[in-house]
């Protein structure tokens, strides 16, 4: 009797090799999908900055230029747009000086613990408003009611006002806690908050425009 020719999708060494090869790929897939999203979320520096280099995490000299947010129609959603350069606590700071100022924001968010009520880029609670993008929330702006409520000049000021006497200022059915955040911390959370706003989040929290006049109904 004639042997009957083997089918390919019988024959064990087609599936070894055909194991071998994808696994192969997807780790050199993976490998260079590693270097590339550690290229976009590298932190930018101050020389990018001056040059108008666009980066995802931009330095923390950031907190020395004008943020806006604007609708990219090619993306789909907004994104962050790097401005003039405006005084920040009533000056420029120097690379150095903004580092150490974000460095203690960062310190005293994780302190005070933030994200058990708010949400930072993607992680925490939603118990309180998302803060990732707080820093362009409207209602600090020149004619918002935080800064009408704070009776400060500038965003920062009267950020970091209300962030060491929150219960002085409720504008939601929920308040903030005092968490005894000294002058020193406000200005580092501000900071922190103001580079947090800078950072290209592909559009998330979605629909951030909207939800602020929602709230700002209330
Ligand atoms: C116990 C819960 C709680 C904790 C902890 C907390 N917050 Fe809040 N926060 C709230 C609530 C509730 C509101 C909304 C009330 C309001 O606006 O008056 C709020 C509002 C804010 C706002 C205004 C939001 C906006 O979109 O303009 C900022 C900014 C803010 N918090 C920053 C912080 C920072 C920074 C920390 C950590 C140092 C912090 N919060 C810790 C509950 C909390």
Not at 37 to 50: C, E, F, P, V
Not at 176 to 195: R, S
Request: aromatic content about 10%; hydrophobic content about 40%.
């Amino acid at each position: 009797m004639a042997e009957q020719p083997k089918s390919v999708w019988r024959s064990i060494s087609f599936w070894r090799r055909s194991a071998a090869w994808v696994t192969g790929f997807a780790t050199i897939l993976l490998i260079w999908l590693t270097f590339d999203t550690m290229s976009q979320i590298t932190m930018g520096t101050d020389a990018d900055l001056q040059k108008g280099v666009t980066k995802r995490v931009p330095a923390p000299t950031v907190i020395n230029y004008h943020i806006d947010y604007k609708m990219s129609k090619k993306r789909g959603h907004e994104v962050p747009v790097i401005g003039k350069k405006e005084p920040f606590f009533g000056k420029e700071w120097s690379p150095k000086e903004a580092a150490a100022l974000l460095h203690l924001g960062k310190l005293t968010s994780q302190a005070k613990n933030c994200m058990n009520c708010h949400t930072l880029l993607g992680n925490g609670a939603y118990y309180a408003p998302d803060l990732t993008k707080a820093w362009l929330d409207p209602a600090w702006s020149k004619n918002g009611s935080m800064m009408a409520m704070t009776g400060k000049s500038t965003r920062e000021e009267a950020m970091a006002e209300f962030l060491q006497h929150p219960s002085k200022y409720p504008t939601h059915a929920r308040m903030m806690p005092n968490l005894g955040i000294t002058a020193e911390e406000a200005k580092g959370l501000v900071a922190f908050l103001k580079h947090m706003s800078s950072i290209d989040t592909n559009g998330f929290p979605r629909n951030f425009a909207k939800e602020e006049e929602s709230t700002n109904a209330h």
